[in-house]
């Protein structure tokens, strides 16, 4: 079974430009998660999708932050305009769901650098 | 506000010899897991312990929760260089899927 995958791997762009970051997570799992890791601090939460659903965005950081997941797939994070503070690692992971397990499967992550 | 605080940020030790990673977190919750993070990978989960579990063990893992002071440790046992990543508890309050994190410890196991 494949597991959650992100593309890209690694992201350079320049403050002010677009980024679109995609993570397909594994087959059949309804929930899907968006953290993030800037430098020297802990992984963070950003939103939470049920299918097609935004279950809970409390923690997106503004508006420049816009997720995605038509069709109840595939997810896109698109940063517009990108700032420096936005540099960081974004992890993507899926879950299945109901069931009593709260195991969240993580992609490798897109590595965001803004310069 | 950071939920998990884990200790110590850093650990060095020699292969064969046990890890203990410490994790304190601020409000009730449902679960804690924790992950491991090895360089350029993403985070795997390791083991969930229940707010109603003491103790879980898992192979050469074995963690502990203790919900009145908030905290939970994991104790990696005859250490291996392979084990050498980065660890990281998280927690999850009631049905909310959101896991919350510390901010690692990041363990090197010398050979």
New interface residues.
């Given amino acids: 079974e494949a597991?959650?995958t992100q593309f890209p791997s690694h992201s350079v762009i320049e403050k002010g430009q677009t980024v679109t970051l995609r993570c397909d997570p594994i087959s059949g799992h309804d929930?899907l998660?968006w953290?993030r890791r800037v430098m020297g601090?802990?992984?963070?939460?950003l939103l939470?999708f049920v299918k097609e659903s935004k279950?809970?965005e409390?923690?997106m950081p503004n508006n420049r932050f816009l997720a995605e997941r038509t069709g109840g797939t595939y997810s896109t994070l698109k940063v517009q305009p990108a700032e420096l503070e936005d540099s960081g690692v974004y992890?993507c992971?899926s879950?299945p769901r109901g069931g009593s397990?709260?195991?969240?499967?993580?992609?490798?992550?897109t590595r965001l650098t803004v310069t | 506000s950071q939920q998990g605080e884990e200790d110590p940020q850093a650990l060095s030790i020699q292969e064969g010899e046990n890890a203990t990673m410490n994790c304190s977190y601020k409000t009730s919750i449902n679960n804690l897991q924790w992950y491991r993070q090895n360089s350029g990978r993403g985070l795997v989960h390791l083991i969930l312990i229940r707010s109603n579990e003491r103790e879980k063990h898992s192979g050469r893992l074995r963690v502990t929760l203790d919900t009145s002071k908030k905290s939970s440790s994991l104790l990696i046992t005859a250490s291996r260089a392979a084990d050498t990543a980065s660890y990281f508890c998280a927690t999850a309050k009631g049905s909310n899927y959101q896991l919350i994190w510390g901010a690692g410890t990041k363990l090197i196991i010398k050979p």
Avoid: L, M, R, T
């Avoid at chain 1, 601090?41 to 939460?45: G, T």
């Avoid at chain 1, 397990?101 to 992550?109: A, I, L, V």
């Fill in positions: 597991g959650v929930n998660y953290y601090k802990e992984i963070k939460f939470h279950q809970d409390s923690g992890f992971a879950s397990s709260y195991e969240q499967y993580f992609g490798p992550g």
